[in-house]
C-alpha cells in the first residue's frame, strides 16, 4: 500500500475547480491506494451515493475506501472501514459494529490520547495535526515531529501523519518510520492532482529506499 493517504475534500476541489470524482481518479492513477472519504455538511442519501461512486473507482484500481465518522453509510456500502476521531462513536463499539475484518483508524490527537489507545486493536493510527493547518477548524495545538518521533518509536500501530503536511516537510516526516501521511489539500486544492500526487508518492519512495 502507498504511503500517501488521500482524506477528500469537496469544497477544495470544487474551488481548484475539479469534481471529487476527478481528483479521487487522478490520485488514484498517480499510485495512492488509500482514500478516506469524509463528507462532514452532506445528507445521508447523498453520502451514500458519493461513497457508492469513490468505491467504484477504488475498487477499479485496487485500493482501500475508509468511510470518515459514518459507520452507517461504510456498513451501507461494505466499504474497506471507517475512520473515528475522538469526538466520534467510541472506538469500542465502532469495532464491534463493523466487525473484526474491516479497517478500523482512529485519530490522536495529543500523546495522553495515544497512550489510553495503544492496547487497542486499532489498524492504523491518524497522528496529529503535526503542524499548523488551515483545512480543519478548531483543532488541537500541533504535535510536532518530537511528539510524532516518540509516538512511532513506541507503538506497535502503523502511525499516519496529518496536518499542515506537504512536499517541502514530507522527508522530515517519513524520516520517523511513520507509515505514511495523510493529505488533504496537498492534492484536493492542487491544480494538477495527478501530478501532486505523483510528486508526493515520488518523495516518500525516495524516504523509504534511502
Not at 522530515?172 to 500526487?197: E, F, H, K, R, Y
Request: proline residues 3%; contains cysteine; hydrophobic residues 45%.
Amino acid at each position: 500500500m502507498s504511503a500517501i493517504y488521500l482524506v477528500t475534500d469537496a469544497s477544495l476541489c470544487d474551488q481548484a475547480g475539479h469534481t471529487l470524482e476527478f481528483v479521487v481518479e487522478a490520485a488514484l492513477q498517480a499510485g495512492v491506494r488509500w482514500i478516506q472519504l469524509r463528507e462532514k455538511e452532506e445528507t445521508t442519501r447523498n453520502f451514500v451515493r458519493k461513497a457508492q461512486q469513490i468505491q467504484q473507482l477504488t475498487q477499479a484500481y485496487g485500493a482501500k475506501l475508509i468511510i470518515n465518522d459514518r459507520i452507517d453509510v461504510a456498513l451501507a456500502i461494505d466499504a474497506d472501514g471507517v475512520h473515528v476521531g475522538q469526538s466520534d462513536m467510541p472506538y469500542a463499539l465502532a469495532r464491534r459494529l463493523v466487525g473484526p475484518d474491516k479497517i478500523v483508524g482512529l485519530s490522536v490527537t495529543n500523546l495522553a490520547e495515544w497512550e489510553e489507545a495503544e492496547a487497542w486493536d486499532v489498524d492504523y493510527f491518524g497522528a496529529g495535526p503535526i503542524f499548523h493547518t488551515d483545512t480543519k477548524r478548531d483543532i488541537t495545538p500541533p504535535m510536532g515531529l518530537e511528539g510524532l518521533r516518540h509516538m512511532r518509536q513506541h507503538s506497535q500501530h502503523p502511525i499516519f501523519a496529518i496536518g499542515g503536511i506537504h512536499e517541502h516537510n514530507l522527508d522530515a516526516l517519513m524520516q520517523t518510520g511513520i507509515a505514511g501521511v495523510a493529505v488533504v489539500s496537498a492534492i484536493c486544492s492542487a491544480t494538477d492532482p495527478a501530478t501532486a500526487a505523483r510528486r508526493l508518492l515520488h518523495l516518500t519512495q525516495h524516504v523509504q529506499s534511502s
